[in-house]
């Protein structure tokens, strides 16, 4: 009996998984090794990852244009969306044709400006004091903020791992623009059935907001693209076409874009004279008011609603973790997770008044 007695008195031990403080560590620490491996995952997965975020991208923006065009003309889903993407691909065609010529030469003397004005700022700077002299200054400049510019996206970093990238992010935008509803239905089959439901809504919501997001900034990046050539031609502001190419490109990234643009057409403007460069600061000014105040809000800020500075910080994040790619999808991610936030304070709300 007493043998028993003893037996019966002792504690559970850490291999008895039936103690509640066992069960409840376990699950701790499963979910911390999940996490743990999550990281790890997406730091060597950090390629192939944006470019299917790259991809999804593209294919908000193929289907925004589909069902656009569906409105108007009586035909089916597929041959709207082969119009719409021999239409780009034509377009983009004929730029490189057309112009192609006149944009590489306008590209070379662009670059030589550019350090010409560079090295008479940092002359200007020396002689104020306010840095030390070099002659290399503006390369070292140069090699610093492409060093920050992440260093896990390697693949990019030369003309053919550019062009494939391209290649890889287009081809998934096209599968998936040719039926969204079958990739949304096979990430929905790993789900539980009492989750698909609350996944639909989310995917429903999260692509409604993606093409909002691509419209407004197809739309700025025309806007942009356009006056600002246009306006920097009749002012006189030589490499007028490259410069409102380079624009309406930069206009894809809100913030970082309008700096880069705006330094760059000042920098043009005042290497061919002071009053030709204050009209590259007008310019500039103008497109950027008529685009921040009048294109955005009634395009997308309505729908996506993401403040500034929570899209710059998100910008400098993804550019030092995963370079180029990952500042131009920067947008859009935020904008993504933003709408996951939301479906899940959506839900606890709904469970809390339960």
């Not at 503006?138 to 903020?145: D, F």
């Not at 030589?238 to 190419?245: D, F, K, S, V, W």
């Not at 550019?319 to 904008?335: H, N, T």
């Amino acid at each position: 009996m007493s043998e028993r007695a003893g037996h019966s008195s002792e504690a559970p031990g850490p291999a008895d998984f039936a103690d509640p403080l066992t069960q409840r560590e376990v699950k701790r620490a499963v979910v911390w090794i999940g996490i743990a491996s999550l990281v790890v995952a997406v730091a060597f997965l950090a390629q192939p990852l944006l470019l299917i975020a790259g991809g999804l991208v593209f294919s908000a923006i193929l289907d925004g244009g589909t069902r656009l065009l569906g409105r108007v003309l009586p035909i089916g889903r597929g041959w709207c969306l082969l119009i719409v993407t021999l239409a780009g691909f034509a377009f983009i065609a004929w730029t490189i044709y057309y112009a192609g010529s006149t944009i590489s030469a306008q590209a070379e003397t662009l670059g030589t400006v550019l350090r010409t004005q560079a090295d008479k700022m940092l002359g200007w700077a020396h002689h104020m004091g306010l840095v030390a002299p070099g002659s290399d200054q503006v390369q070292e400049i140069g090699r610093q903020l492409m060093g920050s510019l992440g260093r896990l996206t390697s693949a990019v970093g030369s003309a053919l791992g550019a062009l494939s990238s391209m290649a890889m992010i287009v081809v998934i935008g096209i599968f998936v623009a040719m039926d969204p509803r079958l990739y949304e239905r096979g990430v929905a089959w790993m789900l539980p059935i009492d989750h698909r439901t609350r996944f639909y809504e989310t995917s429903m919501r999260a692509g409604f907001l993606m093409r909002r997001l691509m419209m407004g900034r197809l739309v700025g990046m025309a806007v942009e693209g356009v006056f600002t050539g246009l306006f920097a031609w009749m002012a006189g502001i030589p490499m007028a076409a490259l410069i409102g190419i380079i624009s309406g490109l930069m206009a894809f990234l809100p913030n970082i874009g309008a700096i880069v643009s705006g330094v760059l057409i000042v920098l043009v403007g005042f290497s061919a004279g002071f009053e030709t460069g204050i009209w590259a600061i007008v310019i500039y000014l103008v497109v950027q008011t008529v685009d921040g105040y009048v294109i955005v809000p009634t395009v997308a800020k309505r729908s996506v609603d993401l403040a500034p500075a929570l899209v710059l910080s998100a910008q400098l994040l993804f550019g030092a973790l995963f370079g180029i790619l990952g500042l131009f999808l920067a947008d859009p991610m935020v904008a993504m997770i933003k709408v996951l936030l939301e479906k899940k304070s959506q839900i606890a709300a709904e469970g809390a008044a339960d």
